[in-house]
């Protein structure tokens, strides 16, 4: 089994940045990719960002792009989401999920069916 937990949500003015970080702990952790969702009251989960494991290709949600920025430490096992620029409209509780089935070549998994393991969440609010 696998676990993962994140850290490094919190309170941040607008304009503010953020470092979240997912560390995976378990059986042998040979995921294909990483995401990191986000889900503020009464919307549907998203995907912000993913990234694959082995390549480091990484997928962005247009909301995000240009201010988020994911990456990984293989090492470590973690995976890590550096946030720029916060806006109110970030506000939401942040899930790290692994994904561990292969995915398509030159696919990068961003739907919540396509992950596996995930963590309990990190709440980050945006104030204005």
């Known amino acids: 089994q696998v676990q993962l937990v994140e850290s490094g949500g919190g309170l941040v003015q607008a304009e503010g940045s953020l470092r979240l970080s997912c560390a995976a702990s378990?059986?042998?952790?040979?995921?294909?990719?990483m995401g990191w969702f986000r889900q503020a009251p009464g919307k549907e989960r998203e995907c912000v960002a993913a990234?694959?494991?082995?390549?480091?290709?990484?997928y962005y949600a247009d909301s995000v792009k240009g201010r988020f920025t994911m990456s990984r430490d293989n090492d470590k096992n973690s995976v890590y989401l550096q946030m720029n620029s916060l806006k109110p409209e970030d506000t939401a509780l942040y899930y790290c999920?692994?994904?561990?089935?292969?995915?398509?070549?030159?696919?990068?998994?961003?739907?919540?069916?396509?992950?596996?393991?995930w963590g309990q969440g990190t709440q980050i609010t945006v104030s204005s």
């Open positions: 378990g059986r042998t952790f040979s995921p294909y990719t």
């Open positions: 999920a692994a994904a561990t089935r292969r995915p398509p070549y030159g696919y990068i998994s961003y739907r919540q069916a396509e992950y596996d393991y």
């Open positions: 990234i694959r494991w082995g390549n480091l290709n990484t």
